[in-house]
């Protein structure tokens, strides 16, 4: 998705549905931060987190509750996400820990390196396979040795003979309706058109090839899929 269609699509008034949208999909959202958090438990106490794609913060939000002496820093290139992130952080009392930078990730100022990095329903935005790769190089590059990225996308295998069912069966619980047939083929089209949704084995290969050693997959719920990795 280029940056005209991606600051289309996350627009001021995207940005201000995303959350109670996404709320159905709560129970999701919950468990992949809980393993998440999980994941990330040894790192120190000051430990500095990137989060790439950070959205309106959910991931920033409940990292920050549990690890009170955290910092991080939020890359977002749509200003009304970002807006909407900026004041929940201020209401939740954490935005001193907080750098909120409004661009991709190779527009933020060199730093310190990173003791870890989330990038959570981000990098299927991107269509083009090697640029793919190189947005994971990119935070590869921001991590200190040994840092850990989490990394989660919409991930199947389009061709398998199972993929039109479970795809209903994911439309239908973000839908929470019944979904006419021409609704859903809509739906189809817009996830061939706008995600690149590639098999989770491809996926992990591209974080592979950006630097990361043997990533772990830790999470799957419908076409959501999680991994960890650590830099090569
Ligand atoms: C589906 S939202 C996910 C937000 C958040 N991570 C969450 O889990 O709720 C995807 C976000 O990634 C941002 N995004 C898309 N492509 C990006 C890229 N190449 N680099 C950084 N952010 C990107 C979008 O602007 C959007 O806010």
């Not at 001193?96 to 730093?111: A, I, K, N, Q, V």
Request: net charge negative; charged share 20%; hydrophobic share 45%.
């Amino acid at each position: 998705m280029n940056d005209e269609k991606l600051q289309a699509t996350f627009n001021q008034q995207a940005a201000s549905a995303y959350d109670s949208q996404w709320a159905r999909l709560a129970p999701f959202r919950d468990a992949l931060h809980l393993l998440a958090s999980a994941v990330l438990a040894g790192l120190p106490a000051d430990a500095r987190i990137l989060c790439v794609g950070a959205g309106t913060g959910a991931e920033i939000l409940s990292l920050a509750e549990k690890f009170p002496g955290w910092r991080f820093t939020a890359v977002e290139p749509s200003a009304p996400m970002l807006d909407v992130f900026r004041r929940k952080a201020q209401e939740q009392g954490i935005a001193s820990r907080c750098t909120f930078h409004e661009g991709y990730l190779d527009s933020l100022p060199s730093c310190e390196p990173f003791d870890a990095a989330t990038s959570l329903l981000v990098s299927h935005f991107i269509l083009q396979q090697d640029e793919r790769t190189g947005f994971f190089r990119g935070i590869r590059q921001r991590l200190c040795p040994n840092g850990i990225l989490i990394n989660s996308d919409l991930t199947s295998d389009t061709d398998a003979p199972h993929y039109g069912a479970l795809l209903e069966v994911w439309m239908r619980t973000m839908a929470g309706a019944d979904l006419s047939q021409e609704k859903l083929e809509q739906m189809r089209t817009a996830y061939r058109r706008d995600v690149a949704i590639l098999a989770p084995e491809m996926v992990a290969g591209m974080m592979a090839s950006g630097g990361f050693d043997r990533p772990v997959q830790f999470y799957q719920c419908g076409l959501i899929h999680g991994w960890f990795a650590r830099a090569a």
